[in-house]
């Protein structure tokens, strides 16, 4: 199992500009997250998905969009990228059921914004 | 709000000493915690939980204890290995309309001298 990826995992981009985080999981969870970690932060939720067609707002939204079209997959879209989202942006996955919330985590991708 | 918070945001050991991370907790409701490890450029990797009907539990080299009275918890590491060296992250599970969400604190890193 590859467990969590990302892709990319590096990107440059100029503010203004748009693009979309892909993360993928091949656990068969039904819930997954999108989080940022910038230094001194620790990892703040952005939205997350209890299942395939669901998605919810997490700790800090504003500037980002989700999907979950399809279990396996949780895409993260900044529309106009500014340089308050330069961060390193880390996937997670998880089943939440029984005696565990343990998430997967993903190995991140660093983005900056110019 | 309620937030997860840690005493120290660097600790240095000695290559064979134990190491112990704090982590303060607001939430007296809170059920559930978990610590994660993240190696400088990698994702975060789970590490042990504990449920707040427990008061301790074991892993390999690592015990956390839980302490509701003053709501605190520690991660110890028995001799530890330069490999531990890393951040420290300890989390609560989310509640109410968040509940299965986890909130991370900030981070303890930790630096292993040969």
């Known amino acids: 199992n590859a467990g969590v990826t990302q892709t990319p995992k590096f990107r440059v981009l100029k503010t203004g500009q748009s693009m979309t985080l892909l993360c993928a999981q091949d656990m068969n969870h039904e819930y997954m997250y999108w989080y940022r970690q910038d230094p001194g932060m620790g990892l703040r939720l952005i939205h997350y998905?209890?299942?395939?067609?669901?998605?919810a707002k997490g700790e800090v939204p504003d500037g980002y969009n989700v999907s979950r079209l399809k279990k396996q997959n949780f895409l993260l879209g900044l529309e106009s990228a500014a340089p308050s989202q330069t961060s390193v942006y880390f996937c997670?996955?998880?089943?939440?059921?029984?005696?565990?919330?343990?998430?997967?985590f993903g190995p991140g991708t660093r983005l900056t914004v110019t | 709000g309620e937030s997860v918070g840690l005493h120290l945001p660097t600790l240095s050991v000695q290559e064979g000493d134990n190491s112990i991370i704090n982590c303060a907790y607001s939430n007296s409701a809170s059920d559930y915690f978990i610590w994660y490890k993240q190696e400088s450029g990698k994702g975060p990797q789970f590490i042990i939980d504990i449920r707040s009907n427990m008061d301790k539990r074991q892993g390999q080299r690592v015990t956390v204890l839980l302490n509701k009275t003053v709501k605190h918890l520690s991660l110890q590491i028995a001799a530890t290995q330069p490999g531990d060296s890393a951040v420290y992250f300890c989390?609560?599970?989310?509640?109410?309309?968040?509940?299965?969400?986890?909130?991370f604190g900030k981070g303890t890193k930790l630096s292993v001298k040969p």
């Open positions: 998905s209890v299942g395939e067609g669901t998605t």
């Open positions: 989390a609560e599970k989310g509640y109410g309309g968040s509940q299965g969400n986890l909130i």
């Open positions: 997670a996955s998880s089943f939440q059921v029984g005696e565990t919330y343990e998430q997967y």
